[in-house]
Nanobody
Framework: QLVESGGGLVQPGGSLRLSCAASGSSIRPYAMAWYRQAPGEQRDLVAIITSRGSTNYADSVKGRFTVSRDDAKNTVYLQMNNLKPEDTAVYYC????????WGKGTLVTVSS
């Protein structure tokens, strides 16, 4: 099970840190990813971190977002800085290994 938290309302230029807490099994062998889905849009990849710690980002968030993982805490994070209104979306956590798991999402709203 994956549970996202940390979403909320933030002004443009602000920061948020999302967390994705896993239960039931260790995330250690999993590639972990963050996706987001804006209203009326498809779900898009934001950032991914492999089991070895390699990362990759969507062009739209490079330099502003940072994905990290703490396998001891069974948690993945997404640090989001310099947020823009176009970052408004529901953010989902995904775990991929032998199976694929999704969280239910957390809403991020960037607005003044």
């Amino acid at each position: 099970q994956l549970v996202e938290s940390g979403g909320g309302l933030v002004q443009p230029g602000g920061s948020l840190r999302l967390s994705c807490a896993a239960s039931g099994s260790s995330i250690r062998p999993y590639a972990m990813a963050w996706y987001r889905q804006a209203p009326g849009e498809q779900r898009d990849l934001v950032a991914i971190i492999t089991s070895r710690g390699s990362t990759n980002y969507a062009d739209s968030v490079k330099g502003r977002f940072t994905v990290s993982r703490d396998d001891a805490k069974n948690t993945v994070y997404l640090q989001m800085n310099n947020l823009k209104p176009e970052d408004t979306a529901v953010y989902y956590c995904k775990a991929t290994y032998a199976q694929i798991y999704w969280g239910k999402g957390t809403l991020v709203t960037v607005s003044s």
